[in-house]
DNA sequence: TTTT
DNA sequence: TTTT
């Protein structure tokens, strides 16, 4: 019905831009959103969650994002299951956005930013329902091919 | 940068479904979101915000809902400007759907949904960007006519 | 940094009240997501995303939430991990709601809601601040008992 | 019911800290939060959108934000209403924020954030909660003094 | 396996 | 009246 996940932190790592067999691009992350609040010991808390971008996004995001970058993701929760490969089912949890915004760019230029629209590209949903010959099925996963050729 | 806006309310009217000039449909509707306290003296408050949406989505909107229905929004805030014929500035806030689901029916069915999404239709946002020869700039207001043709 | 999550589904159970050993309320239900598209073969696919709710708001969801119900949850994404009884490590990713809305109510009275607020008990999350003989550390785990005494 | 809003912008001028006649905090600032598009005339445009914060967190906007910080902003959205001196009705609209984020600091020290929570002061809704020689209503206007008196 |  |  409705699903909406705002998360503000920063990248673990470089972003990692794959293709899946039929060429579509797509890029994970990892986000780290720190809690607004401290243990009883005192120790700063985060919570690491898995992003995914498809398509424009997914090259955008691959080409500017890196390590450690302040980052907005807009999006929503996706849980995936699948048997692995001693037969147990695995359940993934990541969020799949279409829209990032950059907030810290390379030479700290301030607030540089990027949203997958408005320059000519849409968000990445929306820019999925005019294109019809979509080798993905709507929830961003390929049609053609299986679990195992996931990117990811 | 980002600007995202979820509500739940009740309308407070039947929708107005409207044209512009170029024949774009617009409707307009108002939210009443009870607040999460009652005041001092005990009665109940709401805010009282402006709904607009356009295109496919205001025709859905304009069909299927009725006043007192439960119904959540989803958009962004856009603040609006024009003088007015005292030659003053009036500012108007509202919030511009890109998605909004019924949560009560006619019958009760119980949930029935829209999104503007997934059934041909995408996010009246997506939507707009692969539609050149539109009438509207992106901001959703008419570029070849006046303020004063807006139909609110 | 901010972690926000607003949903709208429906209970695939009744939810299950627990209690931790020093006596705080958990609540634990999986709200069913519908997503705005079906896949290529047509079928209606949803999210099965798990809640979790503490305190009074736990209560409050155990007493009216049921199977089935229209239900909004706005929380934020935990992502916890611990080592099960293989020795390997588990990822559990979960909404920790601070405010739930009850969409349907028992006799389809419409629209009935709860928020935890305003009625005498705060959002779970503002609740526990000034709650300084706290049984819990801020991030809703209990502090003096291990992970395997968590009820879930 | 339900009424969130996420915001990311920029300060347009230094936040004004003022106090009610009972001495509580209050500041006012205004964000412009860029659309994710450009007109046909492709000038840049944004929204210049009024944010409010109470109590601790007034106090820490005051000592922390600058006119042209980068900042994001978590609340609701009011709706409020007043009579001018000319008799007419005037409709205000505005965010009360409950969470702000510094994405930029003084030194550009990279990322600084406070969330009014989790540092001994709770978000300021959750904060009232257990506030009951409160000179506010719980929505955050005063109940001792007329409308006139509001700080803004 | 994690970021500042 | 507006920010980068």
Redesign the pocket.
């Known amino acids: 019905m409705l699903n909406r996940v705002i998360l503000i932190?920063?990248?673990?790592?470089d972003p990692e831009l794959r293709y899946t067999p039929s060429g579509v691009a797509v890029t994970q992350f990892?986000l780290?959103v720190?809690r607004n609040f401290t243990s009883q010991q005192g120790q700063?808390?985060?919570d690491?969650i898995p992003i995914v971008t498809w398509r424009q996004l997914a090259e955008t995001c691959a080409n500017y994002l890196r390590?450690?970058r302040l980052t907005a993701v807009e999006g929503r929760i996706q849980v995936r299951s699948y048997d692995n490969n001693e037969g147990r089912r695995v359940y993934v949890t990541e969020v799949v956005a279409d829209n990032v915004r950059f907030l810290e760019s390379n030479r700290s230029?301030?607030?540089g930013s990027y949203g997958g629209q408005g320059d000519g590209y849409s968000r990445s949903e929306g820019q999925r329902a005019g294109n019809n010959d979509d080798p993905f099925s709507d929830d961003g996963r390929p049609i053609d091919i299986s679990d195992d050729d996931l990117p990811f």
Chains 1, 2, 3, 4 share one sequence.
């Open positions: 932190g920063r990248l673990t790592r990892t780290a720190d700063r808390e985060a690491f390590k450690g230029e301030g607030g």
